[in-house]
């Protein structure tokens, strides 16, 4: 069943777990992630990010995607990632996404949060959810340009009742985009967060946590993590070696058919950690 972020993360937030936001990129791992969820009778998030948005149009993804979440068992959100023009997040507001994400991070607060309003005016008639982000997380790799700001508790108050988004993005320590290795959340700065705020919180680069970390803040007020790296990784390891191992093999459903569990273990092990 198709749902907006809204009425995901907020049953999320009042008992106590997160749900899972997958960066897909076509088929093959948008079906993996829902049948992961559905296993789990878990809502889900499908995440469109700007590497997919350059490889097809926004009306291609939504005609591939909608379908999948009208006949899925289980509440699955169509959302549009970090997306840095707000005629952009517009676009994808009318063409069936669910759920956007204005990044405003790189902007002074107050043009962040004039933005966020604009925006939550558009889509709240259309009942799509609005995703906003205070503090800048930034990127191990590819994204340069980002900067690397923890998230100021003033200025994270000020986009609750001014901007009025229907969940909030955080700086705490974590990195977009991290491969090996681990980051150290602030569990200070998250703890002053936690207790000012009532906004559902959400956090980027989830491949990158530990899972303890991951644990406390599912526990404690973080209702969407936002997973790319871990399935991409598992992507690619999984097809290496079915094609190592199968060097014959060269029809492409055959080959995705050996993929495409992997990939549900994956996610499926990602649920199951938020809570779900």
Same mark, same amino acid.
């Given at each position: 069943?198709?749902?907006?972020?809204?009425?995901?993360?907020?049953?999320?937030?009042?008992?106590?777990?997160?749900?899972?936001?997958?960066?897909?990129?076509?088929?093959?791992?948008?079906?993996?992630?829902?049948?992961?969820?559905?296993?789990?009778?878990?809502?889900?998030?499908?995440?469109?990010?700007?590497?997919?948005?350059?490889?097809?149009?926004?009306?291609?993804?939504?005609?591939?995607?909608?379908?999948?979440?009208?006949?899925?068992?289980?509440?699955?959100?169509?959302?549009?990632?970090?997306?840095?023009?707000? %005629?952009? *997040?517009?676009? /994808?507001?009318?063409? $069936?996404?669910?759920?956007?994400?204005?990044? +405003? #991070?790189?902007?002074?607060? !107050?043009?962040?949060?004039?933005?966020?309003? %604009?925006? *939550?005016?558009? /889509?709240?008639?259309? $009942?799509?959810?609005?995703?906003?982000?205070? +503090? #800048?997380?930034?990127?191990? !790799?590819?994204?340069?340009?980002?900067?690397?700001?923890?998230?100021?508790?003033?200025?994270?108050?000020?986009?609750?009742?001014?901007?009025?988004?229907?969940?909030?993005?955080?700086?705490?320590?974590?990195?977009?985009?991290?491969?090996?290795?681990?980051?150290?959340?602030?569990?200070?700065?998250?703890?002053?967060?936690?207790?000012?705020?009532?906004?559902?919180?959400?956090?980027?680069?989830?491949?990158?946590?530990?899972?303890?970390?991951?644990?406390?803040?599912?526990?404690?007020?973080?209702?969407?993590?936002?997973?790319?790296?871990?399935?991409?990784?598992?992507?690619?390891?999984?097809?290496?070696?079915?094609?190592?191992?199968?060097?014959?093999?060269?029809?492409?459903?055959?080959?995705?058919?050996?993929?495409?569990?992997?990939?549900?273990?994956?996610?499926?092990?990602?649920?199951?950690?938020?809570?779900?």
């Amino acid at each position: 069943m198709i749902s907006n972020l809204k009425d995901i993360l907020l049953p999320a937030k009042d008992q106590g777990y997160a749900v899972a936001c997958f960066n897909v990129f076509g088929f093959e791992d948008s079906r993996a992630v829902i049948d992961a969820a559905e296993s789990r009778n878990a809502s889900v998030i499908l995440s469109i990010n700007l590497d997919m948005r350059q490889f097809m149009t926004m009306d291609q993804i939504i005609g591939m995607l909608k379908p999948m979440a009208i006949s899925a068992k289980v509440p699955v959100c169509i959302h549009l990632d970090h997306t840095y023009e707000v %005629d952009v *997040v517009k676009q /994808a507001i009318d063409c $069936g996404f669910t759920s956007v994400m204005f990044d +405003g #991070s790189q902007l002074p607060i !107050s043009e962040n949060i004039a933005s966020i309003h %604009d925006i *939550v005016s558009y /889509a709240n008639p259309k $009942g799509v959810s609005v995703e906003a982000e205070v +503090g #800048s997380v930034p990127y191990a !790799s590819g994204r340069d340009h980002i900067k690397s700001e923890l998230t100021e508790v003033s200025e994270a108050l000020a986009m609750e009742r001014e901007g009025k988004p229907d969940a909030l993005a955080i700086s705490i320590g974590n990195v977009h985009r991290i491969e090996t290795g681990c980051v150290e959340i602030n569990v200070e700065r998250f703890n002053k967060l936690r207790a000012a705020l009532s906004i559902p919180l959400v956090v980027h680069g989830t491949s990158g946590i530990k899972d303890k970390d991951i644990k406390m803040l599912s526990e404690s007020q973080v209702t969407k993590f936002n997973v790319g790296t871990v399935l991409r990784k598992s992507f690619g390891n999984s097809l290496r070696s079915t094609l190592d191992s199968n060097p014959s093999l060269f029809d492409r459903i055959q080959i995705m058919q050996k993929v495409i569990p992997d990939l549900k273990e994956t996610a499926v092990k990602v649920i199951k950690l938020l809570g779900q």
